[in-house]
C-alpha cells in the first residue's frame, strides 16, 4: 500500500518495516530500509566508518522522515526568473 504524499500522516503499520545494518566490500557500515514485503524503500547511500556513526544516520531518518517535505521534480516550472542571463 503506497501512502498518499498530501501532508496527511501516512497509513501503514510501521512494525512491518525494519531497518538493517550490514557492511559493504570495503568494511563500511550501511543501512537499508525494508518494507514488511522485503523490497527496499530506502537506503543509507553511503558508507559509515563507525556502525555508531551509521546508527546516528538511521537515528536521523526515524526523527525527520514523518515531517519532511516533498519536492516533485517532475512537475514542469519556468526556472528563467531564477536565472540572470
Not at 545494518?21 to 558508507?47: H, L, T
Not at 521534480?73 to 536565472?83: F, I, L, N
Request: charged share 25%.
Amino acid at each position: 500500500m503506497t501512502p498518499a504524499l498530501d501532508g496527511r500522516k501516512a497509513q501503514f503499520k510501521m512494525s512491518s518495516y525494519t531497518f538493517k545494518i550490514y557492511q559493504d566490500s570495503a568494511k563500511k557500515y550501511r543501512w537499508n530500509f525494508k518494507a514488511g514485503n522485503g523490497e527496499i524503500v530506502a537506503d543509507s547511500g553511503q558508507g559509515y566508518v563507525s556502525k555508531e556513526g551509521c546508527k546516528n544516520g538511521i537515528a536521523l531518518v526515524q526523527a525527520h522522515a514523518a515531517g519532511a517535505s516533498v519536492e516533485d521534480t517532475t512537475e514542469a516550472k519556468s526556472y528563467a526568473a531564477s536565472y540572470r542571463w
